[in-house]
């Protein structure tokens, strides 16, 4: 198997996941930064102190019990490295860090993407979250392409 560095695409063997427990109760941050470089925009926007760095060029730890899924991490990453992940229910859902046009709205249908790009399944946007030029859309996805779902695009 690749390597990301060589492919610029992460498997689920690269990133930490939260354990099935906490899974169960809810919607929670899974982060996709694997590089040290420096940024932490997202232990600033976390309103539970669940995201930490102990250097600025540390990549960012969850303290997942502490996350409550709240989704504001998502719009300040300046990476697109963070989403949440509920999957407390059939269908699931994901919710994405969007800085396209045009966004897609509440209701919409669109493709969502794995972390090559490959369209996974036709989503319905459930909720769409603005701050500044990053959205944060939620859409819902098939139980079993929760954890592959990693971006979107808008059916034209």
């Given amino acids: 198997m690749a390597d990301y560095k060589e492919t610029g695409v992460l498997s689920l063997d690269d990133i930490v996941k939260p354990s099935l427990e906490r899974m169960n109760k809810g919607p929670v941050v899974v982060?996709?930064?694997?590089?040290?470089?420096?940024?932490?925009?997202?232990?600033?926007?976390?309103?539970?102190?669940?995201?930490?760095?102990e250097d600025i060029t540390d990549v960012p730890q969850v303290d997942f019990h502490g996350c409550v899924g709240c989704g504001l991490c998502v719009t300040e990453c300046p990476?697109?490295?963070?989403?949440?992940?509920?999957?407390?229910?059939?269908?699931?859902?994901?919710?994405?860090?969007?800085?396209?046009l045009p966004v897609p709205e509440k209701g919409d249908t669109v493709y969502a993407l794995d972390r090559d790009g490959k369209r996974v399944q036709q989503s319905q946007v459930l909720r769409v979250r603005?701050?500044?030029?990053?959205?944060?859309?939620?859409?819902?996805?098939?139980k079993e392409n929760a954890w592959n779902v990693r971006g979107l695009e808008v059916k034209k």
């Fill in 130 to 142: 603005c701050s500044g030029k990053t959205h944060g859309i939620t859409i819902s996805v098939e």
């Fill in 79 to 100: 990476g697109l490295a963070i989403f949440i992940l509920d999957t407390t229910s059939e269908p699931c859902t994901v919710t994405i860090p969007y800085e396209y």
């Fill in 31 to 53: 982060i996709e930064c694997v590089e040290n470089i420096p940024c932490d925009p997202c232990v600033a926007a976390c309103p539970k102190e669940a995201i930490s760095m």
